[in-house]
């Protein structure tokens, strides 16, 4: 009998000891199955883009897709899987709004099955696509006509040979009332739904907090700024995530003086070091955040940041809450910049080169106002001088900059991300408050 009890004894523990052992199941927060993505685009395309289209003073707008070489905004209008040239088409004109498709009839049927636009427009393949698009621009008759053909990146789509066939197609009428589509883009892009907001909160909080994790596994003396990086990187495919811009600079973590956008470098954290963490995470394949989160590495004896690190710590995070009490709709993002400037003048910062911030979403650098152009210009200047308003997205930094011993630079940058409402802008994660303090040992 004793030893029958001793052998259940054995097995029971055992079995208790492997189910201790057994790695916990990571759940990932943003399963591809629950990707909200379709509905929202539907919303953005019938609530959104008509303001957008009033606030530009557009009344039609005309995006060309294809496959290959496809516009940047395909995704946004729902001609991600364009095969052959297929026009995507959005009149609205005194308070009547349509979106339309010209697509071949492959490709017209699984679009027509999404129901993202009004109206589907199948035509046979090999058909001249310009000739079915003039025929709609002259049905609507508008006056003024996006497209995407400008100087900056997102609204920049349309080819040389594309425009020159849409405009032989529109004739010269039609032609002298086409315009570049940034401000449309600007307006449209810019303005994200509550739903979107909700999202991207719930990544900035992740964000924050897995460069929380990372700080803990830090060994001085041993573990290198690349270490770190690997650490995030293996986090991001646990939890199925992916980079919010190049993934060699994502994440960003130096240990050493400023480096501006780069890649971890293989240098050892030491004791006396301040550590800057700049990382962001894309979710559902759409929406990206952008953070920076900063420590400092205790040496032998302290425990606490030195005085002037400390100080120099505070300077950014009261520069922080400036840049966020002055972020209400109406004021330009120049106007958001002079803040941040005037603060680091008042508090002895050395000048730095980079913007206070800029918008977030779609990309890490998105479409909107830049919370810039204050240290270099006396007034308001291209996207510096565009205005916040409700539903805006940003990511920008508190800045304070100093001259190490050793003569080289460095820099408090911490970043958040703030949403715009009608009372001024609200955070999407909590911010960093106290500079995180990793011990020598």
């Given amino acids: 009998m004793k030893s029958y009890l001793n052998l259940l004894f054995l097995s029971l523990f055992f079995v208790l000891f492997s189910c201790t052992q057994k790695e916990e199941k990571i759940v990932k927060p943003f399963p591809v199955s629950e990707n909200p993505w379709e509905e929202i685009r539907k919303e953005r395309i019938s609530k959104l883009l008509p303001e957008a289209m009033k606030e530009a003073g557009v009344e039609a707008w005309i995006v060309i897709c294809r496959e290959n070489n496809n516009d940047p905004l395909a995704m946004h209008v729902g001609g991600e899987n364009a095969g052959g040239s297929a026009a995507f088409m959005f009149f609205n004109i005194d308070g009547k709004f349509k979106s339309l498709s010209l697509s071949p009839v492959g490709e017209a049927t699984a679009l027509g099955e999404k129901e993202i636009l009004d109206e589907v427009i199948a035509f046979k393949r090999g058909t001249n696509v310009w000739k079915h698009i003039a025929e709609k621009v002259k049905e609507w008759d508008p006056k003024v006509i996006a497209i995407n053909s400008s100087n900056n990146n997102i609204a920049d789509g349309l080819s040389y040979t594309q425009r020159k066939d849409l405009e032989k197609a529109l004739g010269k009428k039609y032609t002298q009332r086409l315009v570049p589509s940034v401000d449309l883009v600007y307006e449209w892009l810019s303005v994200k739904l509550p739903k ?120 950014s995070i009261t520069g922080i809450r400036k840049i966020q009490a002055a972020m209400k709709p109406g004021i330009t993002g120049w106007d958001v910049d002079k803040v941040q400037r005037d603060w680091m003048k008042e508090c002895g910062s050395l000048p730095i080169m980079w913007g206070t911030g800029h918008p977030v979403g779609y990309w890490a650098h998105d479409a909107g106002p830049a919370l810039s152009g204050a240290a270099r210009y006396d007034e308001p200047v291209g996207n510096s001088a565009r205005k916040l308003k409700p539903g805006q997205t940003f990511a920008y930094d508190g800045f304070y900059h100093w001259e190490r011993e050793d003569g080289t630079r460095k820099a408090f940058s911490v970043e958040e991300m703030v949403y715009i409402t009608e009372d001024g802008a609200k955070y999407m994660t909590e911010p960093q408050e106290e500079l995180i303090l990793i011990p020598s040992k």
């Fill in 196 to 315: 979107e907001i909700e999202i991207m909160s719930k990544a900035a909080k992740i964000t924050a907090d897995l460069q929380i994790e990372a700080y803990n596994t830090i060994i001085p003396g041993k573990t290198t700024d690349a270490d770190v990086a690997k650490f995030l990187k293996k986090r991001m495919a646990e939890l199925g995530v992916t980079d919010a811009w190049a993934p060699d600079q994502n994440p960003n973590v130096n240990s050493g003086p400023n480096r501006g956008h780069s890649h971890s470098t293989d240098k050892i954290i030491q004791p006396g070091d301040v550590i800057q963490t700049d990382f962001g995470i894309r979710v559902f394949d759409q929406w990206v955040t952008d953070i920076q989160r900063f420590a400092y590495v205790l040496k032998d004896g302290e425990t606490k940041a030195p005085d002037d690190i400390q100080s120099y710590f505070n300077n």
